[in-house]
């Protein structure tokens, strides 16, 4: 299924978190290796969490699908309560995550694969009344914007528009009637444009986006520093470790913008392996949903695997200036524990759906020369 895609990405991420954190971690917290323990802290256990599933029967994830969505809303709520919720920072008044020992963790991620299990479920129980306006479109856009409304208070735009798109993704390819797909996507342009108008530094990431150079000092400030990164870095790098704009000079260096920091110490040439472990992964994901038994092994490897690859692509973009600022880790390697857990288990259904066609075709396989003898 790419497992030694998923392998290699998550090395180079152990290898980047620390290269690009040692500075802050040992001015921050005296040891310069305390990003990188959380970060392989998060590795074993979603290492743990990859073996159980992909050795767990995907089909059994059914049960699950309600207590799912009812911990993510219960999550995404505990956000909110004082004591419980964590803001990003000492200053900050955005509160994404709550406390678990020995880190931290942020519901949203949680809720993006709690809708795809919950869609790929609804959507091979109704194939047949997917064209229908109240199955088709009613109920899973209301569970959808239903966990949005509560996002967005956090706020995390990125999360809403990454669900936004697994959402719609994934009733494109149940059959949904195109006119209310539509109706949804118009009903949600408006809406995006308000939240963005209405929200100053949203506003400023828009214009920053246009014209970094216009306020280099302020909004434009994170992507200049992305650009020079990748400027610095040239076609072979500046070697791992010895990066400068690590130093202070490009915010979220080991998390949102890990991407520019690759570019800069692996070159052009790294920065396009990566962009191609990741091409490589989504096609053995697609490959996997297109052999797999069953539409509800069909619509989860489908949705895993737009829901890693819609998340690379935008980092991707982001770092490289092709779209707006938005704080998106990039999958198996930035530092990030709860991106980096839910990804690893999203990888371990992937697995498990792969073995069993594996094992399926085999079985056929052995049946059919057994027959011939």
Known sequence: MGTDAVAILVCIGVLMVYSSSAFLASEKFGNSFHYLWRQIFTILAGLAGMVFLARTDYRKLRVFVIPLLVISGILLLLVFVPGIGVAAGSKSAVKRWIKLWPSTFQPSELVKISMVIFLSDYM?????????????????????????????????????????????????????????????????????AALIWTKPYRMARITAFLDPWKDPRGSGFQLIQSFLAFGNGGITGVGIGGSKQKLYFLPEAHTDFIFSLIGE???????????????????????????????????????????????????????????PTKGLPLPFISYG???????????????????????????????DSRVKR
């Open 265 to 323: 110490e692996w070159g052009l040439i790294g920065a396009v392996i990566v962009v191609l472990l990741f091409a490589y992964l989504f096609r053995k994901g697609l490959i996997v949903a297109m052999k797999a038994e069953d539409p509800f092994g069909y619509y989860l490897a489908t949705g895993l695997t737009v829901m890693i690859g819609c998340q690379a692509l935008i980092n991707f973009a982001v770092a490289t200036g092709a779209m």
């Open 124 to 192: 091979s129980r109704n194939a047949h009344r997917m064209k229908d306006l109240v199955h088709g479109m009613v109920i899973p856009v209301a569970v959808m914007v239903s966990f949005q409304c509560i996002i967005i208070f956090q706020p995390d735009f990125g999360a809403v528009m990454s669900i936004g798109i697994i959402t719609i993704t994934l009733l494109i390819i149940g059959g949904i009637n195109w006119k209310y797909i539509t109706c949804v996507i118009a009903g949600a342009i408006p809406v995006i």
């Open 337 to 367: 524990g709860s991106s980096l857990l839910i990804n690893m288990i999203a990888a371990g259904i992937l697995i498990n759906i792969s073995s069993l066609v594996h094992y399926n075709t085999m079985h056929i396989k052995t049946y």
